[in-house]
Nanobody, 121 residues
Framework: QGQLVESGGGLVQAGGSLRLSCAVS????????MGWYRQAPAKQRELVAQ???????NYADSVQGRFTVSRDNAKNTLYLQMNTLNPEDTAAYYC???????????????WGRGTQVTGSS
């Protein structure tokens, strides 16, 4: 059974940078799209950025120009480079993967357990 494991969260001053990583372990299937979501206290989980198997990317308006999502297929790892962080970026960040499997008509969704990012003023 495969899983997604995030790392790289922490406390950073306003204007600072962090890079999150999401390692894919085990055989989860053929990836259709992977992305990062975040959830702040008392708020709904929201999409931050995603990247398709073909390399197309999509970003939330609030992070456009500051965050960059990328994948290293050789390392089975997804990244989120976060620059110019601010207190509004404070949240638990979750890695997400949508996959398909040979012989199945369904798509399957995987979630990591999350990593905390805190931007201080």
């Amino acid at each position: 059974q495969g899983q997604l494991v995030e790392s790289g969260g922490g406390l950073v001053q306003a204007g600072g940078s962090l890079r999150l990583s999401c390692a894919v372990s085990g055989n989860i299937g053929s990836i259709i799209v992977m992305g990062w979501y975040r959830q702040a206290p008392a708020k709904q989980r929201e999409l931050v950025a995603q990247i398709t198997s073909g390399g197309s990317t999509n970003y939330a308006d609030s992070v456009q120009g500051r965050f960059t999502v990328s994948r290293d297929n050789a390392k089975n790892t997804l990244y989120l480079q976060m620059n110019t962080l601010n207190p509004e970026d404070t949240a638990a960040y979750y890695c997400n993967g949508v996959v398909e499997r040979v012989g199945s008509l369904y798509q399957y969704t995987y979630w990591g357990r999350g990593t905390q990012v805190t931007g201080s003023s």
